[in-house]
């Protein structure tokens, strides 16, 4: 299971509860589904690209959300999710 650092579950919180306002399920379904490509990356961390800061990789998790993880040793974590539109760094 990938580590989500604090400023990726509060990236998370804030993700889904802004699609809350509008469409609660929505919300529901955008957090299981970043849960689950974090997962995916246990199985392959390499999954992402290359990050723009380094020592990091980012994952399209949907076409409007990117994962911010980096590789230490054996454990995956997500430092960040942003979305797409956002200034990342």
Sequence with gaps: ?????????ADRKRITAYIAQDKPRAATEMGDMLMRKAVQLDQDPTLGRIGRVKGTRELV?????????RIVGKTVEVL????????WP
């Design 80 to 87: 960040r999710a942003k979305h797409a539109g956002q200034k």
């Design 61 to 69: 998790a949907h076409p409007n959300y990117l994962l911010i993880y």
């Design 1 to 9: 299971m990938p580590l989500w650092k604090p400023a990726a579950i």
